[in-house]
């Protein structure tokens, strides 16, 4: 089992609908979430962090956490063909493993069709 | 302010060569990573310098990669002998420091094509 896993798409949306993308994990004890998305070629860009169970809001973009089901999960509202774009999945646990190194998932590849 | 800024951009090298990638990380951010990433695979991470700590090395493959950090700043990670396996994008982020996680910011990567 992978330590982050998220479907890899491609995830098709109309333009203007909502785009709602999953990720899980296997280390029950992490504590940080965290999405980034990236464009084909580039580098990956940080969209939203996560701690606490619930919903966090910033623009268009709602992160939602999960801890008792180890789930995350990144809604996109009014979805642009310029959000199409890998979207990475990232975990870490740095209470137990002392570690502050991120643990990605493989990508969920969003194409919003006009 | 400026990002994470990281040279060269691209490398191209033949089999069995030296590489130094430099990485030049956001002002005030005290923690520094490199990840890489593969064809279709993952980031995976190499190493995590924070402040004057030790670094740690968890994530290196092989003990032809290691990475300095000079002045608590700039970042060379060094490839001897590289492999064509060692082809990727390498990835360098930067955050701040302390004891909790921080959010990590990425430069624009170092494509390294080894032939």
């Known amino acids: 089992q992978k330590e982050v896993e998220q479907n890899s798409g491609p995830l098709s949306v109309p333009e203007g609908a909502i785009a709602s993308l999953n990720c899980t994990y296997s280390d029950r004890g992490s504590q940080s979430f965290f999405w980034y998305r990236q464009y084909s070629g580039k580098s990956p860009e940080l969209i939203m962090s996560i701690y606490s169970n619930g919903d966090k809001e910033d623009g268009r973009f709602t992160a939602q956490l999960n801890k008792a089901s180890q789930y995350v999960s990144l809604l996109i509202r009014d979805s642009q063909p310029s959000d199409s774009a890998t979207y990475l999945c990232a975990v870490n646990n740095i209470v137990d493993t002392g570690r502050r190194a991120l643990t990605f998932g493989s990508g969920t590849r969003l194409q919003v069709q006009p | 302010g400026a990002g994470v800024s990281q040279s060269p951009s691209n490398k191209v090298t033949e089999k069995g060569k030296d590489v130094e990638l430099r990485c030049d990380p956001i002002?005030?951010?005290?923690?520094l990573y490199w990840y890489r990433q593969s064809l279709g695979q993952g980031l995976e991470f190499l190493i995590y310098?924070?402040?004057?700590?030790?670094?740690?090395k968890s994530g290196l493959p092989s003990d032809r990669f290691s990475a300095e950090r000079t002045g608590g700043s700039v970042s060379t990670l060094t490839i001897q002998r590289t492999q064509q396996e060692d082809s990727a994008v390498y990835l360098c982020?930067?955050?701040?420091?302390?004891?909790?996680?921080?959010?990590?910011?990425f430069g624009p990567g170092t494509r390294l094509t080894v032939t």
């Open positions: 002002s005030g951010h005290t923690a």
């Open positions: 982020a930067s955050s701040f420091g302390g004891t909790g996680v921080y959010e990590q910011y």
């Open positions: 310098f924070q402040g004057n700590s030790a670094p740690d």
